[in-house]
């Protein structure tokens, strides 16, 4: 399969593009374990020739503009889902995307067959699986007293709290 055939049959069998399905733009997903998933093209034999699809998922911080910045995790796949266990699960968000790749075989070797396509990216939000434990009270000791209109309240930090509020009862 010479160039000009794997132009005609990238023609003919379309130019591999990923369309991301799933995580959907702006979803809120718990826990560590996201699995991300697209449509695309299926390696094809014309002519008994060879010519299919690397698909490579990128995941990583979100700039302003949603793209993927300081990438996390590039895995490459001949498949259209990839199921990662690398998240912190502590209510960060990430942009991710699939760059689709094209090859042929021309009779000795795998050839790159043209730049690889953007999908374009979409960005999700990684919330706890959780909701915070409950804070302890360090400060004051329970049934402590003194005179004055000044108390100082102070309590220990837990896992997953954006903010604390008190209430104190007369």
Known sequence: LGASQAYAASQAYGVSTATLTSPSDGAILEGNRVTFSWNGNEAYFPDDNYFFWEYMLVV?????????????????????SVTLDIFSND????????????????????????????????YFVNTWSAAPEKPSLSWPLNGWSEEGTTVCFSWDDTAHAQSYFINVYD
């Open 91 to 122: 209510g960060a968000t990430y942009c991710w995307g699939v760059y689709a790749i094209d090859f042929w075989f021309d009779g000795d070797t795998w050839v790159l067959d043209d730049e690889p396509y953007f999908s374009g990216s979409r």
């Open 60 to 80: 990583g911080n979100c700039d302003s503009y949603g793209n993927v910045t300081n990438v996390i995790s590039r895995t490459e796949t001949t498949g259209t």
